[in-house]
């Protein structure tokens, strides 16, 4: 048996073709291929604005920025998540907070977030970054009323869940990312996620206000609009206009941009998310079928309606021992995360074990099984037949 790594890219014909053709066009980058990225990414999400970048970390960067994150700015995030979504917090000077999470759902726990919120005085926190981990969507309804209680902007890390969903109190279908609720929120396009570009990342939002600021960010803070300049029209070096070439940088920006032909290449991808979504959810369904009634596995919800499968997570007895199995067996199941909280750069602030049990026990146990829409069913029951050997080899 070939390799089976936690999850991979599915690059079609159709995609080589998309990229080839914009690499014999005009543009390399800054041309057409950005803007229909991002037209058809906001309809595909149901948001009104998306802006393409180089990858989900500038994304979150450029979120913290646009929102106005500054030093000693306290913003609340989860510590089972990829060290990027709380970085962001850093790049601004601003200081993470981890809050637990739900030992159930593996998300923000939105009561243990009250608690923390309660105990300070209004103010002391900015924001809050609940990430949809493994696909699940955050209850954001919920996640927004409580931030409007105490002030709060809510960047939504959607990384694992383009296409994902929750129900909201009217019974409503909420697709993550889409900008009812959260301020901002973010993608990425990384291999291992739904749609891949290589490198790439989207934010969404219904915030014109914050749209047009993402815009200026991405590109080294510069603006290009007759209306928006602050220089008077002789020094820009014009008589009764602002001269053709002009343009003025008006803030401190990034060249946070995408490419053309890796837009080519997520806009391509994009047009088969949903067909990707229902193998992932017939992948996990397989999965919960051939675990449900096994001891070894703590009891699984079966397949979760709106989840997007980023990743199937299961916790177990003896992870390391099925961790190094499956490698030998030349599967390599991967751990998502290693708690945030206790990476070194982050016990510098004070974080350290014991503070976050549910996490930390939930650490103990998890291993993200292959999935991806690629995965065969002849290679999704090796899978299976070699964890179900393992455990009846030593239990
Ligand atoms: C992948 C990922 C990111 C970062 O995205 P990049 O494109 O790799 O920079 C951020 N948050 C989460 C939850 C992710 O999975």
């Known amino acids: 048996m070939k390799a089976i790594p936690y999850g991979r890219q599915n690059i079609t014909e159709e995609d080589v073709k998309a990229v080839v053709e ?8 800054q041309g057409p291929k ?64 981890f809050s637990d999470i739900d030992p159930e759902t593996y998300l923000l726990d939105i009561d243990k977030v009250r608690t923390l919120l309660e105990a300070s005085p209004k103010g002391t926190y900015k924001g809050i970054i609940p990430v949809d981990f493994a696909g699940r969507a955050n209850n954001l309804e919920a996640f927004r009323a409580l931030a409007d209680q105490h002030d709060l902007w809510i960047i939504e890390d959607a990384c694992h869940s383009p296409g994902g969903s929750f129900k909201d109190s009217n019974h409503k279908t909420q697709n993550c990312g889409n900008g009812n609720y959260a301020d901002l929120a973010i993608f990425s396009f990384h291999p291992v996620k739904h749609i891949a570009s290589g490198e790439g990342g989207m934010i969404t939002t219904n915030d014109e206000k914050l749209y047009q600021k993402l815009l200026q960010l991405r590109t080294h803070g510069i603006v290009k609009n007759n209306n928006a300049y602050t220089n008077s029209i002789a020094l820009a070096g014009g008589k009764e206009t602002y001269p053709g070439w002009y343009m003025e940088m008006q803030n401190l920006g990034f060249n946070y941009r995408l490419t053309d032909f890796q837009a080519a290449l997520g806009l391509s991808q994009l047009s088969r998310s949903d067909k990707g979504i229902e193998k992932r959810r017939e992948i996990a369904s397989n999965y919960f ?46 751990i998502h995360y290693i708690p945030c909280h206790l990476m070194p750069y982050y016990q510098q602030f004070g974080w350290k074990e014991g503070d976050m049990p549910n996490a930390e026990n939930y650490y103990k146990h998890c291993i993200s099984l292959p999935m991806y829409p690629i995965l065969t069913d002849e290679e999704q029951a090796y899978v299976i037949d070699s964890i179900n050997l393992f455990y009846s080899e030593k239990y």
């Open 22 to 29: 914009t690499l014999k066009s005009d543009y390399l980058t």
């Open 34 to 97: 950005i803007a229909a990225f991002e037209t058809a990414f906001a309809k595909y999400i149901g948001s009104k604005y998306a802006i393409a970048l180089a990858n989900g970390t500038a994304a979150l960067h450029l979120c913290t920025l646009a929102l106005g994150v500054k030093e000693g700015d306290k913003v609340i995030t989860t510590p089972i998540t990829f060290a990027a979504s709380a970085n962001c917090v850093r790049y601004c000077g601003g200081e993470v907070v």
């Open 289 to 334: 079928d051939a675990f449900k009634n096994k001891s070894f596995i703590k009891g699984q919800s079966g397949v979760i309606e709106g989840h997007a499968y980023h990743l199937y997570v299961i916790e177990v007895q003896d992870r390391l021992g099925l961790y190094n199995h499956l490698r030998d067996k030349n599967i390599f199941a991967q």
